[in-house]
């Protein structure tokens, strides 16, 4: 098992992903990584490459949606292999979210554990306690698991071992007024 | 030996002598019979044979009560005309120009230039006339259902004594379908009147998985007055085979993902716990992508949305509209409750973000849908 999981650079959404190869990170196994950024910059882009590495690897995968957010569509387009993820929705509820991660992470055999926080209200993010970010890194730290934490803000704060801060990007159409056609965001 | 029934009523006739019967077609029985019971035969349209083939081709095509005795099946068969045997309308062509009339004649060809002229069908016709054919008997027999019920004189108010009684019904049941070489696909529970079936997701026999997985319905579904009967079924089914490979990565255990997913459904619901699919539609959401797309997150449920010349609110946001396109407009099964109609915009607007939001023309409401990420 490798030490970690590097995303393809030639992959459809590239913009993202080249911040992140500039940057030169790959994703740690057996750590927290947390893609944090605005809407529209890039932070879904970024999870779903990262599970269509580790489904193309023929590793097992899960996400947890909180907000049931989760696009399949547009995820199988970008190479995720629906058929090797597992999907949890969780209705809003930060606190099942956390729980089903927990429970998931335990079972084992996952590549990518994906804990989708983006868009949940503040209140519920402030009831998180820091020590339910200990107990995850502990929980991965012996295991081949990536725990990835999708958020607008990083959470997991010095228990994440790369913190992923996305800035926002433009978006580009094509055409002219009237006739636009959303291209990309850059 | 083996005796065959011809006629309307062979089933019952059938089943009067054995509780093995082969049912050949819906006029003709074939079961083992003794020495005993073949008087009780006479008067009947009926053979007696040591092979069931045999027997199954006198009683057709002999008038009456025929008895063969062993080694006399070529000569009582070979009176019987060539269509007596099973049908085959090109092997019996060359029959009719080789002058083969009767199964006596076909009985007297030499094996292998029949073999070499019309292969294993041939072959097979010929020892049928020859009834040298022998197999075993095929009955039908009714399928084992794996149960156990009991009736308490008391009622069981607590889980663990009830879960107690479960396991040892599973014990029991698990080791009769191992006797069978089978597993369970499913768990069928009914305590009282109320009956629940519990899904697996492969077949298994193992007690403790099919203990915790009724466990968690327990858990999550509690029975609404204390037990007093209880009955627990195991559908059987072929054991699951896997064949592991060196180069495989590691995937998670089904026996401990099924718990997990089983815990999980427990907290979230049934319904949002799985494997997501796409279909073949054109449904906005589930259609298979036909192309590549920008990555995208869902509002749900989509969010009402005001909009005027040049703004944009919801309840969780509002902005500028700084870019517009669309609309492109969709609609679809128009036959059912759920169909759609509408057209659909991408616009950027003054907080920096890509949505999608669409015009519902049967409700004639805005709505967002949800962001380009």
């Not at chain 1, 990170?25 to 944090?36: L, V």
């Not at chain 2, 053979?47 to 027997?55: D, G, L, M, Y």
């Not at chain 2, 517009?324 to 659909?344: C, F, K, M, T, V």
Request: aromatic share 8%; with cysteine.
């Amino acid at each position: 098992m490798a030490a970690a999981l590097p995303l393809p650079l030639g992959w459809r959404h590239a913009e993202p992903l080249d911040f992140l190869s500039a940057a030169g990170r790959d994703f740690p196994r057996g750590r927290i990584s947390e893609i944090t950024g605005v809407r529209s910059s890039g932070r879904t882009s970024v999870l779903h490459a990262l599970l269509a590495v580790s489904t193309g690897r023929g590793e097992h995968a899960a996400l947890v949606d909180t907000n049931d957010a989760f696009d399949p569509r547009s995820a199988a387009s970008g190479g995720v292999e629906l058929s090797k993820l597992v999907w949890v929705r969780c209705g809003g509820n930060a606190e099942h979210a956390l729980r089903a991660a927990d429970l998931l992470i335990q079972a084992g055999g996952f590549g990518v554990v994906a804990l989708d926080l983006a868009e949940v209200a503040a209140g519920a993010l402030n009831r998180i306690p820091a020590t339910a970010w200990f107990r995850f890194r502990r929980a991965v730290e012996s295991t081949p698991v990536i725990l990835a934490v999708l958020a607008d803000h990083p959470l997991a704060k010095s228990c994440s071992s790369m913190t992923i801060k996305l800035p926002p990007r433009k978006a580009r159409f094509t055409g002219c007024a009237p006739f636009l056609l959303l291209r990309n965001a850059v | 030996m083996f005796a065959c029934i011809h006629g309307p009523d062979a089933g019952r006739l059938a089943d009067s002598f054995s509780p093995f019967v082969e049912l050949v077609d819906e006029q003709t029985a074939v079961f083992s019979i003794t020495a005993r019971q073949l008087a009780r035969l006479k008067g009947t349209q009926a053979a007696v044979a040591s092979a069931a083939e045999t027997a199954i081709l006198a009683a057709r095509n002999l008038p009456g009560y025929t008895f063969i005795a062993p080694g006399d099946e070529a000569r009582v068969l070979g009176a019987l005309l060539i269509d007596a045997l099973p049908p085959d309308p090109e092997i019996f062509e060359t029959f009719d120009l080789w002058g083969i009339r009767s199964l006596a004649d076909l009985a007297r060809l030499p094996d292998d230039a029949l073999a070499s002229r019309l292969g294993a069908r041939g072959l097979h016709l010929q020892r049928l006339a020859r009834g040298a054919i022998a197999r075993p008997l095929r009955p039908q027999l009714p399928a084992t259902v794996y149960a156990e019920s009991i009736e308490l004189d008391y009622a069981l108010k607590l889980r663990e004594p009830l879960l107690f009684l479960i396991a040892r019904f599973l014990n029991d049941l698990t080791a009769r379908l191992k006797s069978q070489s089978l597993a369970a696909s499913a768990i069928d529970l009914t305590l009282d009147s109320n009956q629940r079936r519990l899904s697996l997701p492969f077949p298994t026999r193992d007690v403790k998985l099919l203990l915790k997985r009724i466990e968690h319905s327990l858990e999550h579904q509690p029975p609404e007055a204390p037990v007093t009967k209880l009955r627990l079924e195991l559908i059987p089914t072929e054991p699951r085979r896997v064949q592991h490979g060196l180069f495989t990565p590691a995937a998670p255990e089904p026996e401990k993902l099924e718990l997990t997913l089983g815990k999980i459904r427990g907290l979230v619901g049934e319904k949002n716990v799985g494997y997501p699919e796409l279909f073949d539609t054109h449904r906005p959401g589930a259609a298979r992508p036909t192309g590549p797309l920008l990555p995208f997150r869902y509002f749900r449920p989509a969010l009402e949305a005001r909009i005027t010349a040049d703004r944009l609110g919801t309840r969780r946001f509002q902005g500028r509209i700084l870019r517009i396109a669309g609309p492109w407009r969709s609609s679809g099964e128009w036959w059912r409750s759920d169909l759609w109609n509408r057209d659909e915009y991408d616009l950027e607007l003054s907080d920096g973000a890509l949505y999608r939001i669409y015009l519902d023309r049967l409700s004639d409401k805005w709505f967002v849908e949800g962001v380009y990420d």
